[in-house]
C-alpha cells in the first residue's frame, strides 16, 4: 500500500487555512454582535410597548388606598386588591398571547418607600408578599422622574431584560413601580450563540480551506510524486519509459528533458558495463533525489559531460527552483509571524484602548445624564422666572396707569388750590373794601352822636318847646352810639377776616409750591416707573428666549443622553469583540510559530 506522504506545502497551505479561519472568527464575531444588538433591540421595543399599554391599566390612587399595613390576608380579601391581581394575570396572558417575540414571565407591582420598594402583588410565587426588593440607583432615579426605564443584567440561564414603569395618582405623584420581565431562557433562545456563530462561519470556512489545501498540494505534490515513480522504474531498467505530463511548467521540461536522455540512453548502451555504469550513476542520482525528497535542499547531482549529465542539471536546476520557493516561504512565513506578532501588539493596544474608551464613554454618559438633569432644572426655574416677570410686567402696566391717574389727579388738585387761591386773594381784596365802607360808617355814626349832642342841647334850651325833638335826638345818639359800637365789631371781625384771608393765601401758595412738587416727583415716578415697565418688558422678552433655548438645550441633552447610552453600549460591545480579536491574534501567532517550525525541518543551501 502506497504511504501518504505530507509534504512542505500541503503544511503551508494548511496553516494559510488555518490562517483564514481566524479571520473567519473574527468576521463572525463581528456579525454576532450586530445580530444580538438587533434582537435586544427588539425586545427593548417590546417592553416599551408592554410597559405603556401596563402604565394606563393600574391606577396610583386606587393602589394607595389598599390596606398594605393590615397583611396579605386582609389584601387578598380586598375588592381592590383581587381586581388589580386580575387585571394584571389578564394583561400578562394578553401580552403573551399578542408578542410572539418573548413572553413575559413575571409582573410585580412595588410599593416605593424611600429608596427601597416592597412587593405588593406579583405573578411569581418566589416574590412573597411586602418582601423588599432593592432596585439600581439608575432605575430608582428615573422611575422618580416618572419615567419608563429598561435595565439589562446578567443572570442564571442567561441575560435578563426588565422594564420599571412608574404608577401615579391623580396629582402626578408616583406612589408604586411596576417591574415587566421576559422570560430569561427565551431571551437566551432568541440571542445568539457564540460557538453556534462561530461554527456557522467556521465550518465552512474549514472545509473549503482544506479543500483549497489539499488541491493546491496536490496540484505541486502529484508532478513530483509521478516523476519519482517515473524515475523509479527507469532505474529498474524500463529505459523505453517516457514522460508525457503535460504541467506547461518548469516540471514539463524536466521531463522533455528525461525523455531527451531516455532516448539517448537507449543509444548508446552497449554493454552491460555501460548498463551497469549507468547503473551506478542513476543509483546515486535517485539517492540525491531522494534525500531531495525528504527535505534536504542542499545536495546537488554530479553533471558530468554523459548521457546522465543534462539529467543531473535539469535536477540540480529543480532542486534550487524548489530551495528558492522554500525559503520564499520560509521568508513569508517569518514575516507573518513578524505581522501576527504586531497584530497581537496593537490588538492588545486597541483591547486596552477600547476598555478604557468604554469606562471613558460610561463617566461621560452618566456627566450627560447630570447635565440633562441640571438643564431641566434650569429650564424649569427659567419658566417660572418667565411667568415672574410676566406678572411684574403686568404689576408695572397696572401702576403705570395708577401713576398716570395720579399726575391727572395731581394737575386737576393744582388747578383747584390755584382757583381756590384767587378766590381767596378776591376775599381779601373785598374784606378791604369792607373795612373801608366801615370806616365811613363809624364817621357817620360819630358825626350823627355829634349832631344828636348838639341836637340836645339846643332842644334843652329850648324848654318844653324842644322836649319831644330832645326825646328823638337822644334816640337819635344811642342809635348813632350803636351804630358806632356796630362798626367797631365789624371793624374787628373784618380785620380778622383779612388776616385769616392772608393766612389764607398764604396757606395756599405754600399749598401751590407743595402741589408743584408733588406734580414734578408724580412726573418722576411716572417716567421712572415707564422705563422700569420697558426694563421689564426687556427683561420678559429676555427671560422668554431664555427659557426657549433651555426648551431646546432639554430636547438636545436627551438626545444626547440617548445617544451617549447607545454609544456606551456599542463601546461595550467593542471592547468584548477586541477582547476576542486579542484571543484570536494569539491564535494566529501560535499557528504561525507552527508554520516557521515546519519549514525549518527543511535544509536550505546558504
Known amino acids: 500500500m502506497r504511504r501518504f506522504h505530507l509534504g512542505l506545502l500541503w503544511k503551508f497551505f494548511i496553516v494559510l487555512g488555518l490562517l483564514s479561519l481566524g479571520s473567519l472568527a473574527i468576521l463572525s464575531a463581528v456579525h454576532m454582535r450586530q445580530v444580538k444588538q438587533e434582537r435586544l433591540e427588539a425586545v427593548d421595543r417590546q417592553l416599551r410597548q408592554a410597559a405603556l399599554a401596563l402604565q394606563f391599566g393600574i391606577s396610583g390612587d386606587s393602589l394607595r388606598a389598599l390596606p398594605l399595613e393590615e397583611g396579605e390576608a386582609s389584601a387578598v380579601l380586598n375588592p381592590t386588591y383581587r381586581s388589580l391581581a386580575s387585571r394584571i394575570r389578564e394583561y400578562q396572558r394578553w401580552l403573551n398571547k399578542e408578542n410572539t417575540l418573548i413572553p413575559i414571565k413575571t409582573i410585580s407591582v412595588l410599593r416605593l418607600e424611600n429608596n427601597q420598594a416592597r412587593v405588593i402583588f406579583s405573578t411569581s410565587r418566589a416574590l412573597k408578599f411586602l418582601s423588599q426588593q432593592t432596585l439600581p440607583p439608575s432605575v430608582l432615579l428615573r422611575v422618580k422622574q416618572g419615567q419608563i426605564e429598561l435595565y439589562h443584567h446578567a443572570g442564571n440561564p442567561g441575560p435578563q431584560s426588565s422594564a420599571y414603569v412608574p404608577i401615579v ?3 402626578n405623584n408616583v406612589v408604586a413601580v411596576a417591574r415587566l420581565d421576559v422570560d430569561p431562557a427565551a431571551l437566551a433562545q432568541q440571542l445568539p450563540s457564540a460557538w453556534g456563530m462561530m461554527f456557522r462561519y467556521l465550518a465552512p470556512g474549514l472545509l473549503l480551506a482544506f479543500l483549497a489545501s489539499f488541491v493546491l498540494s496536490r496540484m505541486v505534490t502529484r508532478p513530483i510524486d509521478r516523476y ?24 514539463e521540461k524536466i521531463g522533455q528533458a528525461l525523455n531527451v536522455m531516455l532516448e539517448k540512453l537507449e543509444g548508446l548502451i552497449e554493454t552491460e558495463a555501460d548498463r551497469d ?6 543509483t546515486s542520482l535517485l539517492r540525491i533525489v531522494s534525500a531531495a525528497a525528504d527535505g534536504d535542499f542542499t545536495v546537488r547531482a554530479e553533471v558530468t559531460a554523459d548521457t546522465l549529465g543534462a539529467l543531473a542539471d535539469s535536477f540540480n536546476l529543480m532542486v534550487a527552483e524548489l530551495s528558492r520557493l522554500v525559503h520564499d516561504v520560509k521568508a513569508a512565513s517569518d514575516q507573518i509571524s513578524k505581522s501576527t506578532r504586531e497584530v497581537l501588539l496593537t490588538t492588545e493596544v486597541m483591547a ?12 461621560t454618559y452618566k456627566a450627560a445624564r447630570e447635565m440633562a438633569d441640571i438643564i431641566k432644572y434650569a429650564n424649569d426655574r427659567t419658566l417660572q422666572a418667565a411667568k415672574s416677570a ?34 381767596v386773594r378776591l376775599l381779601g381784596e373785598s374784606s378791604s373794601e369792607i373795612g373801608e365802607i366801615i370806616e365811613v360808617i363809624s364817621e357817620i355814626a360819630n358825626r350823627t352822636n355829634l349832631l344828636a349832642l348838639n341836637a340836645t342841647i339846643e332842644a334843652a334850651r329850648a324848654g318844653d318847646a324842644g322836649r319831644g325833638f330832645a326825646v328823638v335826638a337822644d334816640e337819635v345818639r344811642i342809635l348813632a352810639e350803636r351804630s358806632s359800637q356796630a362798626a367797631k365789631d365789624i371793624a374787628v371781625l373784618i380785620e380778622s377776616i383779612q388776616v385769616g384771608t392772608s393766612e389764607a393765601v398764604q396757606a395756599m401758595e405754600h399749598g401751590t409750591q407743595e402741589v408743584e412738587k408733588g406734580t414734578k416727583l408724580v412726573d418722576e415716578a411716572g417716567t421712572s416707573l415707564k422705563q422700569i415697565l420697558e426694563m421689564v418688558q426687556v427683561s420678559s422678552r429676555s427671560i422668554t428666549e431664555i427659557s426657549g433655548a433651555f426648551q431646546q438645550q432639554t430636547k438636545a441633552s436627551s438626545g444626547i ?28 501567532e501560535r499557528l504561525s510559530r507552527a508554520l516557521h517550525v515546519a519549514v525549518a525541518k527543511f535544509r536550505l543551501p546558504e
Request: glycine share 6%; charged share 30%; aromatic share 2%.
Open 169 to 171: 395618582d391623580g396629582l
Open 228 to 251: 519519482v515513480a517515473f524515475v523509479n522504474q527507469v532505474s529498474e531498467g524500463n529505459y523505453h519509459l517516457r514522460s508525457d505530463m503535460h504541467t506547461y511548467d518548469e516540471l
Open 277 to 282: 555504469r549507468l547503473q551506478q550513476q542513476i
Open 352 to 363: 486596552q484602548g477600547a476598555e478604557t474608551q468604554a469606562k471613558e464613554i460610561e463617566a
Open 390 to 423: 410676566q406678572r411684574a410686567a403686568e404689576v408695572a402696566q397696572k401702576g403705570s396707569l395708577v401713576v398716570k391717574k395720579s399726575i391727572e389727579g395731581m394737575h386737576r388738585i393744582r388747578e383747584t388750590v390755584q382757583e381756590t387761591t384767587r378766590r
Open 561 to 588: 443622553v440617548k445617544a451617549m447610552e447607545r454609544i456606551a453600549t456599542i463601546a461595550q460591545q467593542t471592547a468584548k469583540g477586541a477582547r476576542k480579536s486579542r484571543l484570536l491574534a494569539e491564535q494566529m
